[in-house]
Protein backbone atom coordinates (compact mmCIF):
# COMPACT_ATOMS: atom_id res chain seq x y z
CA UNK A 1 0.00 0.00 0.00
CA UNK A 2 3.02 2.26 0.90
CA UNK A 3 4.99 1.54 -1.90
CA UNK A 4 1.75 1.31 -4.86
CA UNK A 5 -0.65 3.67 -3.73
CA UNK A 6 1.63 5.67 -1.81
CA UNK A 7 -0.22 5.89 1.64
CA UNK A 8 1.72 6.57 5.02
CA UNK A 9 3.01 3.57 7.49
CA UNK A 10 0.07 4.93 9.89
CA UNK A 11 -2.47 4.72 6.83
CA UNK A 12 -1.42 1.27 5.81
CA UNK A 13 -1.19 -0.11 9.56
CA UNK A 14 -5.13 1.01 9.25
CA UNK A 15 -6.11 -0.70 6.33
CA UNK A 16 -4.40 -3.90 6.82
CA UNK A 17 -5.06 -6.30 9.87
CA UNK A 18 -2.79 -9.11 10.96
CA UNK A 19 -3.49 -12.20 12.76
CA UNK A 20 -0.57 -14.47 13.85
CA UNK A 21 -1.79 -18.80 13.80
CA UNK A 22 1.69 -20.69 12.80
CA UNK A 23 0.39 -23.70 13.21
CA UNK A 24 -3.22 -24.25 13.33
CA UNK A 25 -6.39 -22.70 11.73
CA UNK A 26 -7.96 -19.95 14.11
CA UNK A 27 -11.01 -21.17 15.80
CA UNK A 28 -14.61 -20.55 15.20
CA UNK A 29 -14.70 -17.94 17.92
CA UNK A 30 -11.33 -16.27 17.46
CA UNK A 31 -11.91 -15.97 13.90
CA UNK A 32 -15.65 -14.04 14.35
CA UNK A 33 -13.61 -11.97 16.96
CA UNK A 34 -10.86 -11.60 14.16
CA UNK A 35 -13.42 -10.33 11.48
CA UNK A 36 -16.29 -8.55 13.69
CA UNK A 37 -15.79 -5.53 12.04
CA UNK A 38 -15.03 -6.99 8.36
CA UNK A 39 -17.32 -6.33 5.59
CA UNK A 40 -18.27 -7.40 1.64
CA UNK A 41 -15.44 -5.33 0.63
CA UNK A 42 -12.97 -6.55 2.81
CA UNK A 43 -9.91 -9.49 2.12
CA UNK A 44 -8.49 -12.17 3.75
CA UNK A 45 -5.27 -13.83 2.73
CA UNK A 46 -3.49 -16.61 4.74
CA UNK A 47 -0.22 -18.16 4.14
CA UNK A 48 1.07 -21.23 6.49
CA UNK A 49 3.98 -22.49 4.50
CA UNK A 50 7.02 -21.91 6.53
CA UNK A 51 5.21 -22.67 9.99
CA UNK A 52 4.44 -26.09 9.07
CA UNK A 53 6.93 -27.81 7.16
CA UNK A 54 10.10 -30.07 7.56
CA UNK A 55 12.01 -27.86 10.20
CA UNK A 56 9.15 -27.48 12.82
CA UNK A 57 8.38 -30.04 15.56
CA UNK A 58 4.90 -31.36 15.20
CA UNK A 59 2.12 -32.15 17.62
CA UNK A 60 3.66 -35.51 18.02
CA UNK A 61 6.11 -37.24 16.95
CA UNK A 62 4.47 -39.54 15.23
CA UNK A 63 2.76 -36.65 13.03
CA UNK A 64 3.87 -35.85 9.71
CA UNK A 65 4.11 -32.14 8.53
CA UNK A 66 2.41 -33.36 5.03
CA UNK A 67 -0.92 -34.02 7.66
CA UNK A 68 -0.65 -31.42 9.76
CA UNK A 69 -0.50 -28.67 6.85
CA UNK A 70 -3.28 -30.53 4.82
CA UNK A 71 -5.39 -30.22 8.22
CA UNK A 72 -4.88 -26.70 8.14
CA UNK A 73 -6.04 -26.43 4.64
CA UNK A 74 -9.39 -27.89 5.22
CA UNK A 75 -9.67 -26.36 8.14
CA UNK A 76 -9.57 -23.04 5.69
CA UNK A 77 -11.46 -24.02 3.03
CA UNK A 78 -14.92 -25.09 5.57
CA UNK A 79 -13.89 -21.75 7.77
CA UNK A 80 -16.69 -19.68 7.85
CA UNK A 81 -14.91 -15.67 7.20
CA UNK A 82 -17.86 -13.63 8.81
CA UNK A 83 -19.15 -10.66 6.52
CA UNK A 84 -16.19 -11.28 3.61
CA UNK A 85 -17.59 -13.26 0.59
CA UNK A 86 -15.95 -16.55 0.57
CA UNK A 87 -14.55 -15.15 -3.64
CA UNK A 88 -11.99 -12.32 -1.31
CA UNK A 89 -10.90 -15.05 0.54
CA UNK A 90 -6.78 -15.50 -0.87
CA UNK A 91 -4.53 -18.37 -0.34
CA UNK A 92 -1.18 -17.23 -0.67
CA UNK A 93 1.48 -20.17 -1.54
CA UNK A 94 4.93 -20.33 0.00
CA UNK A 95 8.21 -19.21 -1.18
CA UNK A 96 10.75 -21.87 -1.25
CA UNK A 97 13.55 -21.19 1.42
CA UNK A 98 16.44 -20.25 -0.49
CA UNK A 99 18.75 -22.05 1.44
CA UNK A 100 20.92 -24.25 -1.33
CA UNK A 101 20.16 -28.25 -1.06
CA UNK A 102 21.57 -30.09 1.60
CA UNK A 103 23.69 -26.96 2.20
CA UNK A 104 23.08 -26.17 5.79
CA UNK A 105 19.70 -24.17 7.03
CA UNK A 106 18.71 -21.38 9.59
CA UNK A 107 19.44 -23.15 12.41
CA UNK A 108 22.36 -24.58 11.56
CA UNK A 109 26.06 -22.79 12.27
CA UNK A 110 26.68 -22.49 8.63
CA UNK A 111 24.61 -22.02 5.61
CA UNK A 112 24.97 -21.36 1.88
CA UNK A 113 21.62 -19.30 0.69
CA UNK A 114 20.41 -16.69 -1.76
CA UNK A 115 22.18 -15.50 -4.81
CA UNK A 116 23.81 -12.36 -6.62
CA UNK A 117 21.55 -12.07 -9.37
CA UNK A 118 17.80 -13.23 -10.42
CA UNK A 119 18.51 -16.58 -11.38
CA UNK A 120 15.74 -17.51 -14.13
CA UNK A 121 17.54 -21.35 -14.74
CA UNK A 122 16.66 -22.23 -11.08
CA UNK A 123 14.60 -24.97 -10.14
CA UNK A 124 13.03 -26.51 -7.21
CA UNK A 125 15.47 -29.20 -6.52
CA UNK A 126 18.60 -26.64 -5.80
CA UNK A 127 16.52 -24.92 -3.27
CA UNK A 128 15.12 -26.14 0.40
CA UNK A 129 18.65 -26.32 2.55
CA UNK A 130 18.61 -29.69 4.79
CA UNK A 131 14.37 -29.55 4.69
CA UNK A 132 13.55 -29.14 1.52
CA UNK A 133 9.27 -28.66 0.98
CA UNK A 134 8.49 -27.55 -1.96
CA UNK A 135 6.79 -27.39 -4.22
CA UNK A 136 5.16 -30.41 -2.44
CA UNK A 137 3.78 -28.36 0.17
CA UNK A 138 2.12 -25.43 -2.33
CA UNK A 139 0.99 -28.78 -4.19
CA UNK A 140 -1.25 -30.23 -1.06
CA UNK A 141 -2.60 -26.60 -0.53
CA UNK A 142 -3.47 -26.13 -4.46
CA UNK A 143 -5.06 -30.11 -4.27
CA UNK A 144 -7.17 -29.21 -0.83
CA UNK A 145 -8.85 -25.89 -1.60
CA UNK A 146 -9.16 -26.91 -4.92
CA UNK A 147 -11.54 -29.79 -4.31
CA UNK A 148 -14.99 -29.75 -4.47
CA UNK A 149 -17.29 -28.82 -1.19
CA UNK A 150 -19.75 -30.74 -0.03
CA UNK A 151 -22.70 -28.34 -0.97
CA UNK A 152 -23.38 -29.85 -4.43
CA UNK A 153 -21.64 -32.16 -6.38
CA UNK A 154 -20.42 -29.41 -9.13
CA UNK A 155 -19.40 -26.67 -6.84
CA UNK A 156 -15.58 -26.23 -5.80
CA UNK A 157 -14.24 -24.38 -3.09
CA UNK A 158 -14.29 -20.29 -4.11
CA UNK A 159 -10.62 -19.45 -2.13
CA UNK A 160 -8.73 -17.87 -4.26
CA UNK A 161 -4.85 -18.68 -5.33
CA UNK A 162 -2.35 -16.06 -5.00
CA UNK A 163 0.56 -18.16 -6.67
CA UNK A 164 3.31 -15.96 -5.93
CA UNK A 165 5.74 -19.14 -5.14
CA UNK A 166 6.97 -19.16 -9.11
CA UNK A 167 8.18 -16.09 -9.37
CA UNK A 168 10.21 -16.08 -6.03
CA UNK A 169 12.02 -18.97 -7.11
CA UNK A 170 13.81 -16.79 -8.96
CA UNK A 171 14.58 -14.37 -6.91
CA UNK A 172 17.55 -15.91 -4.16
CA UNK A 173 19.03 -12.50 -4.56
CA UNK A 174 16.12 -10.74 -2.79
CA UNK A 175 16.32 -12.96 0.72
CA UNK A 176 18.62 -11.61 2.86
CA UNK A 177 18.65 -14.97 5.12
CA UNK A 178 17.35 -17.43 3.06
CA UNK A 179 13.73 -17.65 4.35
CA UNK A 180 12.48 -13.95 4.26
CA UNK A 181 11.81 -11.23 1.71
CA UNK A 182 11.51 -7.99 3.92
CA UNK A 183 13.45 -6.16 0.96
CA UNK A 184 11.22 -4.01 -1.46
CA UNK A 185 11.00 -4.89 -4.98
CA UNK A 186 9.50 -8.56 -5.59
CA UNK A 187 7.25 -8.45 -2.71
CA UNK A 188 5.47 -5.87 -3.91
CA UNK A 189 4.28 -8.10 -6.35
CA UNK A 190 2.91 -10.00 -4.53
CA UNK A 191 0.32 -7.52 -3.42
CA UNK A 192 -0.05 -6.23 -6.84
CA UNK A 193 -1.02 -9.54 -7.42
CA UNK A 194 -3.92 -9.09 -5.20
CA UNK A 195 -4.65 -5.74 -6.80
CA UNK A 196 -5.26 -7.34 -9.79
CA UNK A 197 -7.78 -10.04 -9.05
CA UNK A 198 -9.72 -7.15 -6.91
CA UNK A 199 -9.69 -4.69 -10.32
CA UNK A 200 -10.77 -8.02 -12.51
CA UNK A 201 -13.46 -8.70 -10.01
CA UNK A 202 -14.74 -4.84 -10.48
CA UNK A 203 -15.05 -5.26 -13.88
CA UNK A 204 -17.18 -7.99 -14.05
Known sequence: ????????????????????????????????????????????????????????????????WEDAFKKVMKEASKASYKNIPLEHVFYRTTSVRHFLRDKGDWYTNSSVAGGAAPNMNVTWSMYGGNHPSQPEQNLIALDVL?????TTATKRNNIGILDTSPMMLARGDASFDGSHFCLPGPIDYWSRMLYYRIYIEKQK
Open 146 to 150: GKKSG
Open 1 to 64: LQHVFGLSAHEAEETVKYYKSETSFPSKKKLENFLKDSSPNDYFVFNYGHHLDPTKKMESSSTK
